[in-house]
T-cell receptor
Framework: GAVVSQHPSRVICKSGTSVKIECRSL??????MFWYRQFPKKSLMLMAT?????????EQGVEKDKFLINHASLTLSTLTVTSAHPEDSSFYIC??????????????FGPGTRLTVL | GQNIDQPTEMTATEGAIVQINCTYQ??????LFWYQQHAGEAPTFLSY????GLEEKGRFSSFLSRSKGYSYLLLKELQMKDSASYLC???????????FGKGTKLSVIP
């Protein structure tokens, strides 16, 4: 149990286009979902926290108009990178927290999405 | 604020024991996680400590001292497949957010 999927796993796009990444909790309801970004050889940096049905809370320095997050249901959150630029190329990982966690604040991670902006 | 420190890289021999340390300074504390991450993949859960002491799970053990802001992950009987990055992450008080350290890249050599 507690499986989180992400789609797509890899995406290459042209500069200026928008890319949508989906994060789904497959066998549990995720009350909270988190979006992280990881640059090569760096650790995970939290971008935003989203609760179902409410606006996401963005970390300092993360542009909410550039990284649009929608958490419309208890099993789906989406991250849209708008007007992507080469510096947005990174590994984006989502995680989900739900009532089925063995530990109350445990997060279950998706497999990540590798975004390359040309 | 949150500050988490762990060594950048470590090398150990197959079959040996290795200890990866993590020190943290956080505003409040609600548990410490250790994750394993292979290159290009998502982190996978290894252990969780919220009380002082040692948690053992097979070849992996994790220790916590809240008064010292210190934890370690102990890996026994190292295998080549244990080569990965090991991330220390702390959950702050009243928060479900995790703050990650920069990770320790472990290389297991024959």
């Amino acid at each position: 149990g507690a499986v989180v999927s992400q789609h797509p796993s890899r995406v290459i796009c042209k500069s200026g286009t928008s890319v949508k990444i989906e994060c789904r909790s497959l066998d549990f309801q995720a009350t909270t979902m988190f979006w992280y970004r990881q640059f090569p050889k760096k650790s995970l940096m939290l971008m935003a926290t989203s609760n179902e049905g409410s606006k996401a809370t963005y970390e300092q320095g993360v542009e909410k108009d550039k990284f649009l997050i929608n958490h419309a249901s208890l099993t789906l959150s989406t991250l849209t990178v708008t007007s992507a630029h080469p510096e947005d190329s990174s590994f984006y990982i989502c995680s989900a927290r739900g009532a089925s966690g063995r530990i109350d604040n445990e997060q279950f991670f998706g497999p990540g999405t590798r975004l390359t902006v040309l | 604020g949150q500050n988490i420190d762990q060594p950048t890289e470590m090398t150990a021999t197959e079959g040996a024991i290795v200890q990866i340390n993590c020190t943290y300074q956080t505003s409040g504390f609600n548990g410490l996680f250790w994750y394993q991450q292979h290159a290009g993949e998502a982190p996978t859960f290894l252990s969780y400590n919220v009380l002082d002491g040692l948690e053992e799970k097979g070849r992996f053990s994790s220790f916590l001292s809240r008064s010292k802001g210190y934890s370690y992950l102990l890996l026994k009987e190292l295998q080549m497949k244990d080569s990965a990055s090991y991330l220390c992450a702390v959950s702050g008080a009243g928060s479900y957010q995790l703050t990650f350290g920069k990770g320790t890249k472990l290389s297991v050599i024959p």
